[in-house]
């Protein structure tokens, strides 16, 4: 019994040890860190810049062009019907909007860019 109180006291400081240089090496971690320079967040920025343009925009402008045809073909399809018609023709004044929306917010965005250079 008295070998396994021991064990269970040399267990408890050793984790104790263990802990206190695992907390050390962690905070250890924040004195030594580097500060980030302004070529990496330059090229961050000509990353985001390049996949917006590249990537983002005509994606944007395949699926309001996919929108366009969609309402086209509703339209022609309830061609008999004024009711279901006027609802298609109804959201290309959503498609409008949204098309609006995302321009201005392109234009801001690369005003933005341009700016921060």
């Not at 062009?65 to 061609?79: D, G, L, T, W, Y």
């Not at 023709?89 to 860019?113: E, H, M």
């Amino acid at each position: 019994m008295n070998l396994t109180k021991k064990k269970k006291q040399l267990l408890t400081k050793l984790s104790t040890i263990g802990t206190t240089i695992t907390l050390l090496a962690i905070k250890s971690n924040i004195c030594f860190a580097e500060s980030i320079g302004k070529a990496e967040v330059d090229t961050a920025t000509k990353n985001i810049k390049r996949v917006i343009t590249s990537i983002a925009m005509p994606l944007g402008g395949v699926l309001i062009f996919a929108s366009v045809v969609v309402a086209a073909i509703k339209m022609i399809a309830n061609a008999n019907n004024p009711q279901k018609r006027a609802e298609s023709i109804g959201s290309l004044a959503w498609i409008c909007r949204w098309w609006c929306y995302t321009w201005c917010k392109f234009n801001y965005f690369r005003n933005y860019c341009k700016c921060s250079n």
